[in-house]
């Protein structure tokens, strides 16, 4: 809660004086969330056993 006291009326004062920065920072923030989505998913896939695993583990 402290943290968007403290940051919301900075954010504001920036806006006002450089838009730009807030731009940009929007535009990192987007690249690093859709990046690590990216990494759990692919993550998530190699680490869900395939079906072949799956049916090699139940004949032995």
Do not use: C, G, Y
Request: proline residues 5%; neutral net charge; without cysteine.
């Amino acid at each position: 809660m402290l943290d968007t006291a403290v940051l919301l009326p900075f954010l504001l004062v920036k806006a006002q004086s450089d838009p730009l920065t807030i731009v940009i920072t929007v535009v990192v923030v987007a690249v690093i969330t859709i990046a690590q989505w990216l990494v759990v998913r692919r993550q998530r896939r190699n680490d869900a056993p395939s079906q072949e695993t799956s049916a090699q583990h139940h004949s032995d």
